[in-house]
């Protein structure tokens, strides 16, 4: 019978002359191999395949394979990951498992014990398989079970809110059910967990790729136990119920540490907990992963590159502007310069630069440590909000006086941050000097590339909608979302980012003096070259990134 290596050369994937160098010994072949893969000679596809042939066993790939689930429901998920096997199919009393090592007798005999059925046996790729089975073997079920469990066990008296924490470090099932609402949120890749206390129940659900999925009800009866759990894991007082409250909790998730804000909010019906998820490699991404159209890139980059000047990002909340700010940071901040910011709270934690809590009990707020920062020698200067008056002065004369400021607004396009910054009473001689460049972004889904379908639009309805087709150009392709299971056939998988750059010129300059309206100052923008939030997404959805759906849901 033929080696994997032996099989891996005679399909022309490995060069001959490494025949000199198979031993027959089954582990050195596979250092070989190994070797092989790192220097990217040979794919992890190619070796399971080759893997299936030496067993005599079918190959197959997972990502669209029709998987029964009431097959995957026969194996426990304990015993799947331990083994790295996931059930395919039932026929008669034969179940069909996809394995990693075709070899393991072990797992076999578990599969056997645990179904009772006849085991036939087909070979998966390692990381395909593990894909599959983050899909499947959710902690869905997990959590359904402990919710009954969790039914049966709670007494009505516990609805009362205990004023110690002793009691949930030893309550597992509470405990359990929050690790698991958490991790299972992470590996959805949630950017926003809801536990949302209602009449008769407390509902759960997370936001993915901006938007907002149920994932779990659970009896009224754990309500307070959750919350009091979170309170605890959060540092938050587990005896204040009547006001808001924020706090902080970080997590071990797949050896990386996860850190997540979060917010409770009295209610009618209890206290809602919303957590933010702050995944700190958000923090290391490059420009180049922002997604800038060229022109846009080429404004931007002037702008941080300058040694002073101010630039402001703006959008709504959950638009992204503070990984478009890190990520500016990150590419700006060097050992030879001095990085300073002041954020509510600090989100990522980035090495190399000095980043200061707000602390408004201690009468350390927006303004006062921008005043004490200034003292403090820095180069780049980055405010988490422009909130008032105050504020914004001292960030403006900031930016006058040698410093690169940046920071957030809250408005709905770039030419309005000059208007709102007058609204604001900052001299506009002042607004139109500092001010170097805005940016405002919106995030879309972005379009799975697995199932997304190109089509043909019809100009008429694409005018309608405001997007217009030169009639002298091929007519561009678009596609649309279909869905498959790489993306829980939603037709989406991840997210993209909408810009609308305005580069403030010598001319804006002068209608900021003269206290010009936002849309006079968006129609010489746009004369100037600038791209609207629409016209970024409508080139966006001509690169097969996102929909046009998408681009009406998120752009006015």
Request: charged residues 25%; aromatic residues 4%.
């Amino acid at each position: 019978m033929s080696s994997v290596a032996e099989i891996l050369i005679i399909r022309g994937l490995m060069p001959i002359e490494s025949l000199d160098d198979i031993s027959g010994d089954p582990a050195t072949d596979e250092l070989q191999i190994i070797n092989l893969i790192d220097k990217g000679v040979l794919t992890d596809v190619q070796v399971a395949s080759a893997r299936a042939a030496q067993a005599g066993l079918p190959f197959v790939e997972l990502v669209d394979f029709p998987i029964d689930r009431t097959a995957v429901s026969l194996v426990s998920a304990t015993l799947c990951r331990r083994h790295d096997l996931l059930p395919l199919s039932v026929a008669g009393d034969t179940i069909t498992v996809a394995m990693a090592n075709p070899g393991d007798v072990f797992a076999l005999d578990d599969i056997r014990a645990a179904t009772r059925m006849r085991v036939n046996a087909v070979v998966a790729e390692r990381q395909d398989l593990r894909n599959a089975m983050n899909r499947l073997l959710r902690a869905d079920g997990e959590l359904s079970d402990l919710t009954t469990a969790l039914e049966e066990e709670v007494k009505p008296s516990a609805d009362m809110v205990p004023v110690g924490s002793e009691s949930f470090e030893d309550d597992a099932p509470i405990v359990r059910f929050v690790n698991l609402l958490i991790s299972q949120a992470i590996q959805d890749r949630a950017s926003d967990i809801h536990i949302e206390p209602a009449e008769h129940e407390m509902r759960v659900r997370y936001r993915i790729d901006g938007v907002l999925h149920e994932m779990q009800r659970a009896p009224k009866q754990i309500q307070n136990g959750v919350i009091s759990r979170l309170k605890i894991m959060s540092d938050i007082d587990i005896a204040e119920r009547r006001k808001p409250q924020d706090g902080r909790l970080s997590v071990i998730h797949a050896g990386r540490k996860i850190d997540l804000r979060v917010a409770t909010l009295p209610t009618v019906w209890g206290e809602k907990v919303v957590m933010r998820i702050l995944d700190n490699s958000g923090s290391s991404m490059s420009l180049d992963d922002l997604g800038l159209l060229k022109r846009n890139f080429d404004v931007y980059k002037k702008s941080y590159t300058k040694p002073y000047g101010m630039i402001l990002v703006t959008g709504p909340t959950g638009s992204g502007k503070s990984t478009t700010l890190y990520t500016t940071l990150n590419t700006v901040a060097k050992p030879e310069i001095n990085v300073i910011t002041v954020e509510d709270p600090v989100e990522y934690r980035m090495a190399g630069i000095n980043q200061v809590q707000v602390n408004p009990k201690a009468g350390l707020t927006f303004a006062s440590a921008l005043r004490s920062i200034l003292r403090s020698d820095p180069d780049v200067v980055l405010l988490g909000e422009i909130r008032d008056h105050e504020t914004a002065q001292i960030a403006i004369e900031a930016s006058l006086t040698g410093h690169l400021v940046l920071s957030t607004l809250h408005t709905n396009d770039a030419p309005s941050a000059i208007t709102r910054l007058i609204e604001m009473e900052i001299e506009p001689f002042l607004v139109g000097s500092a001010l170097d460049s805005v940016v405002a972004q919106r995030l879309a889904r972005r379009l799975c590339d697995r199932c997304k379908e190109p089509y043909t639009p019809v100009a008429t309805e694409m005018a309608a909608f405001g997007f217009y087709i030169d009639p002298e150009q091929p007519v561009p392709t678009l596609h649309q979302p279909i869905g498959c299971s790489v993306c829980s056939n939603t037709g989406y998988r991840g997210r993209i980012a909408i810009h609308e750059i305005m580069a403030v010129s010598e001319e804006i300059e002068r209608m900021a003096v003269r206290r010009a309206s936002s849309a006079e100052i968006k129609s010489v923008a746009m004369a100037e070259g600038m791209l609207t939030l629409r016209q970024d997404g409508w080139s966006k959805a001509q690169m097969g990134l996102t929909s046009i759906e998408e681009i009406l849901r998120v752009v006015a």
